[in-house]
């Protein structure tokens, strides 16, 4: 086990340095650049912003530049935002998808799996088919369909909730992020979990566990749970990486000020310090999160061995 | 089986843990339900204002009005600046916030005219090639200090000093300052420009060309004051909470991007007495549909726009609310004329003819937008506006004028005439550029592809020349004719169609240093109606919903500047 996490730790800074690297290049090849303006300001005032943000240098010395300083943490200024540092963007806005992340994970994880496996032990009655379509139009409602319907309903119309806002974290405010965020988690999770049941619930040795007479509440929880959770952990994994990055229609409909909206808006402005610095996070902690599956899975299945 | 005895027993116990889950979420969204069902909206107003005090007034000291108990103004601004430095800030939701915490020599009046702010007067000698601002001396930055003439000097030159690098700079150089150019582009120091302080209240403009209009153009944040104390202090961290010190009516209290940017009144403002708005909340809200509904929930003053989707419900819906002020803003077609086939005048001319404005701005924009058939809106003050003859004509004269301009090009139904239309992705583009382009199918048999680009994408494109025809609007940065009709000089940077006349270059040269520009201008457009450069469409409006209870909102003002401190809210 411990000779796994060193060599996951040596792969990932060329993995790192491969998306950054990747991610450089593929941002100066898209068309314009961050001071490209609806009013084009003379030649002279171009060259004094792009030689204050150094990119009045040679792309190759940028790129080292810029690596240079990552690998001693410093993510270099926005270049949109010019009063604040990638660093101070990241820190301030990353807790807040974070915490609504977290909150969003624990209902996908509770009622995708307990959804998920009350449909496959009643397959093809109604409690199947009442997960299952709910699972399906919950599919079939991304968040950025789910978000606005959620403020119209409960904000607009029924004023239980405030449309948007931080504060604090207040429950009343993340209410509507946390449900918009987990819909489609939840019933993507209880779809994978509901086919990967049923087929556990057939395999040998849960026919010789009821051939023994174990009572099957036993048999559910104590045997059929943990290999039916494989491929859910391995879905949930990268899930979980997407789900803590927030999400750009979450921080638009709700203003919660969360890292979402940076990522695309980033993109959208140019801003190359901003979505690089978001890339590595992202990438960090998505093989981070792929190493915790991977020791997952020598817990759920004792055959697997590092 | 032993399998159909247990059951019931695990019917049971999933029973149980399903209905402790539904009673969690149910608890969940009941004790949330419970605090919010006294009014969402007020509440969220409430957590917004976090420890707001009651508002020092009762009633409306001039009116008489009954006040709101807490002075707490929200206003949808739809995104974040760029930067609250006044000197770094390029963008109209920068300028919004800006324009709150800062104050300049002049303000923007209630009708868009220039009015004195931190300057009590000024006057210009050496025939206007040298201005003098008299300071107020009451003026105070918001750690107590005098805001002196030194601060103007130390503003004005950071506009231009490179190491700052600042958008705007060429701004300072566009109203002649002396030596401007030159310091922009590294040959002079930053302290060689035309400016100085005389004594603490007296700030100095010397000017390369005599400009008249330079009083208008210091209503514009790239002229206004800096703070060199906390700069020097804070150095690039001067602009956040706490480090920052300003001379306007409030001062940066918190600010969380993509949540809100909260204001506080300066209590050393030197009409602080007289404000009464306590704070001000910006909320950055890029998606207008997303405005909309915090609007409607109750959660915003006034939105910084409306979905053109929704204005016909709007209308109907809340008509006392909408608000439609003119701007100083024209929305054009740009010919790209060294590129076949908009290099020969009649196609332009046609295709200009042909555009059914009012169809445009009756059925798409839907905002009181007004046809335009010239590139100068006649909002802009002291402006003469006029009209080409075709304005008064009819649509289907202009059609068969079109028609015939066309046929003398040698465009037939065998030979139609085929560009493309390039805009950049956004609903209400699309809709105009899809029924503008209808409009010259039918009347023209014109076949023409429309595309959209991605925005940056776009702006390269444009920028570099690629394109036969695209999508163009101007807004005006100063209140004066020349801020339209200097965008299509030979030597402009947003020239792009590449159109160039010397005549029209001379008139505007010489406008600038005449004590009345206008007979300069009325032929400058002349021309303009005669070569077609651009295709104008119509003269845009500011659209807000604005809620009832606030009052002051500048209807009026084409400069769409929104003053919080001349606004107040009234109690329900």
Known sequence: MFSFIIRRLLVAVPTILALITVSFVLMHAAPGGPFTNERNVPEAVMENIEAK????????????????????????PSFRYKDFTVNELIESSFPRSAYIGAWSFLFVVVFGVGLGVLAALKQNRWPDYTVMTAAMTGVVFPNFVMAPLLVLLFAVTLRWLPAGGWEGGQVEFIVMPIIAMATSYIAQVARITRSSMIETLRSPFIRTARAKGIPRHKIVLRHALKPALIPVVSYLGPAFVGIITGSVIIDQ???TGGIGQHFVNGAINRDYSLILGITILVGVLTILFNAVVDILYTWLDPRVRY | MTSRSTEPAIGRDIRTVLALLVMTWVALLAACGEGGQKKAGEQALAAADIAAPESRLKTHPQTGEPLARKQVLVRGNSSEPASLDPHLVQDNVGGAIVVDLFEGLTRSGPNGDTEPAMAKSWSSSDNNLTWTFHLREDGRWSDGT?????????????????????????????????NAGE???????????GVRALDDFTFEVSLDEPITYLPDMTVHYTMFPAPRQAIEAHGADWTKPGNMVSNGAYQLKTWHLGEKLVAARNPHYREDDQTIIDRVVY????????????????????TSTVPVSQMARLKKERPDELVMAPSIATYMYTFNVNRPPFDDVRVRRALTYAIDRNVIVSYITRGEQMPAFTLTPPYVSGFDFRQPEYATWSQPERDEAARQELRKAGYTEDNPLEFELLYNTDESHKAL?????????????????????????FLSQKQAGNFGMARQGWKGDYNEASTFLTLLTSDSGNNDGGWSNAEYDQLLLDARSSEDPNPYYVRAEEILWQEFP?????????????SPRLKGYPENNPRNIVYSKDMYITAD
């Open chain 1, 253 to 255: 409909v709700f203003s």
């Open chain 2, 183 to 193: 310091i922009i582009a590294g040959e002079k120091a930053p302290e060689a420009l």
């Open chain 2, 433 to 457: 550029a899809i029924v503008i382009s209808q409009m010259w199918k039918e009347k023209l048999g014109a076949k023409v592809t429309i595309s959209n680009l991605e925005w940056k994408t």
């Open chain 2, 283 to 302: 909320v950055p809200i890029e998606s207008a549909s997303a405005e909309l509904q915090r609007y409607a929930s109750g959660e915003l003053h006034m």
């Open chain 2, 146 to 178: 005098a805001v002196t003439a030194h601060d103007f000097v130390y503003g004005w030159r950071r506009a231009v000093d490179p190491e700052v690098g600042s958008n705007y700079a060429y701004y300072i150089e566009s109203a002649g300052v002396a």
């Open chain 1, 53 to 76: 943000y150094n990119l009045d240098k040679p792309l190759w010395q940028q790129y080292f530049i810029y690596v240079g300083n990552v690998a001693q943490g410093d993510l270099g």
């Open chain 2, 534 to 546: 651009v295709a104008p469409v119509y003269f845009n409006t500011t659209v807000a919903l604005v």
